[in-house]
Structure formats: C-alpha cells, structure tokens
C-alpha cells in the first residue's frame, strides 16, 4: 500500500472550496464550507473556515467556527472573544450560531459545555393553556356583533315603512 492511498483525500466540497480560494472567491469558499459542516463534521473543513472568516475579516463568525476545533492562539481567542461580543454571552444564541454539525458532534469539551449551558439558559416553551368548556372571546366578538347588525337592519325597515307608508 503506497504513502499516497493511505493519506484520507478531501471531501470534494472541502477540494471544491480550496480551489475556489486559490481563485480568490472567498465567498464562494464561504459558502460553499457552510453548505457542507451543514450536513457533515469535518474539523480540516472548520479550520479552513475559521480562516476564511478571519480573513474577509469576520472575526465573529471565524471564532463560531474555531470554537468547535482543538485549534488556540491570540487569532482564535480574539475570534472568539468577538463571537461572544456578538452574542452578548447569550449562550442560547452562540449555540445556535455555531454550524449544525458542530452542535450534532460530542466530543468537544468546549462544545459540549456551552450545549449545557444553552440547555439550561433555554427558556421553558410557552404551551397555551387550553381550559375545557371556555368560550373563546372571539365568538363572544362575533356574537355581538351579529346582534348589532340585526338590531340596525330592524330599526332601518321600520324606518323605510314609515317612509312608504303614508300616515304612518
């Protein structure tokens, strides 16, 4: 088995968005590395966009996409000191903002401390309270309404009456 097979080749899309690079399309990278860490983890692939945020100078979407890698130094933490900024260390917020695959994957401690603390931040869901034999205001609108209409609707026949009516 030579060197070369047992080296992993990229995924296409990680390929696809290296080339791009090289052609100076980083938007296209861009979205082409979200596209994919949509579906599938791929720590080279966060990397490289980390990178790519840092470079279009996106320093918080970088630090969202470094805070899910083992990768450090003074670019990550500014990075991500800046993502935090953003969120306001709304931790449901961060979570939501780091790439699906990332949130999917355990492993992370970072990551998987911030899901903690996200789970726990995470408001209750608001379930409307549904009482059993209530009448709903909306009929209640309605029904008045309706009586309105028809009391008008009287008061105007008797009133046409008059007026054809002679003696009246």
């Not at 449901?92 to 401690?109: A, F, I, T, Y």
């Not at 549904?130 to 209640?140: F, Q, S, W, Y």
Request: hydrophobic residues 45%; proline residues 7%; negative net charge.
């Amino acid at each position: 088995m030579s060197q070369h097979s047992e080296m992993p080749a990229p995924h296409g899309a990680l390929a696809r968005a290296q080339a791009d690079l090289a052609a100076g399309r980083e938007w296209k990278a861009r979205d082409r590395l979200l596209g994919y860490l949509a579906g599938e983890y791929d720590p080279e692939a966060l990397e490289l966009l980390g990178e790519l945020h840092h470079r279009m100078r996106d320093l918080p979407a970088a630090g969202a996409a470094w805070f899910g890698t083992t990768r450090r130094g003074a670019e990550v933490d500014e990075a991500i000191e800046a993502w935090r900024e953003r969120h306001s260390d709304n931790f449901v917020q961060m979570w939501h903002s780091l790439p699906r695959s990332v949130r999917d994957h355990e492993g992370n401690k970072r990551v998987d401390a911030l899901r903690r603390r996200a789970e726990r931040d995470q408001p209750a869901p608001v379930v409307p309270s549904e009482k059993p034999g209530g009448i709903d205001p909306a009929v209640i609108i309605a029904v008045v309404l309706a009586v309105l209409v028809v009391v008008c609707a009287v008061i105007g026949f008797v009133q046409l009456l008059r007026w054809i009516v002679p003696g009246g």
